[in-house]
């Protein structure tokens, strides 16, 4: 008798530790991504005379190589357009620069990044341009910093 109730403890004890062992309804893999809103701060924003030679693009810039070329071609003409900035240094260890340039435009306009947004599989960046009636041509940009992304595209949307 006692050995039939040490094999009932037994089983009762090996069938808990299965049942518990089990995974629940919390399968990471049915996660559904809910998209982030990405914080930044803005390091420069501005216009260029538009003879810097930098093209209209949309830039993601995650080492400081990078980043000095694109400092040192925006002081190109002399105009040290960089000395308006918050601040040119950027830890790329942790952060990223994301930047828009307009091509150069008749008249004075200006451009703002709205959201940057990461979603599952891409981040996306919306920004707008509003143009002036009168003024001189110029070349709008406008660069922020943002904590590191990493393995994801950037997808860049003019909202306007």
């Known amino acids: 008798m006692k050995r039939s109730m040490f094999k009932i403890h037994f089983l009762l004890f090996i069938c808990s530790i ?17 998209p982030v809103n990405v914080s930044y701060q803005t390091l420069g924003q501005s216009t260029l005379d538009g003879d810097e030679g930098i093209p209209k693009s949309n830039l993601v810039i995650d080492n400081e190589a990078d980043w000095s070329d694109l400092l040192n ?28 340039f307009f091509e150069q435009r008749p008249n004075f306009w200006t451009v703002d990044i709205i959201s940057i947004v990461e979603n599952e599989d891409e981040v996306n960046v919306s920004f707008s341009d509003t143009g002036m009636i009168s003024g001189p041509s110029s070349q709008a940009f406008h660069i922020v910093e943002i904590e590191r992304i990493e393995d994801k595209p950037f997808v860049f949307e003019n909202i306007d």
């Open 18 to 34: 299965l049942i518990s062992s089990c995974s629940s309804d919390d399968d990471s893999s049915n996660d559904i991504f809910e």
């Open 73 to 100: 071609q925006m002081d190109s003409t002399g105009n040290n357009v960089t000395d308006s900035f918050s601040r040119t240094e950027v830890d790329f260890d942790t952060h990223q620069v994301v930047a828009v």
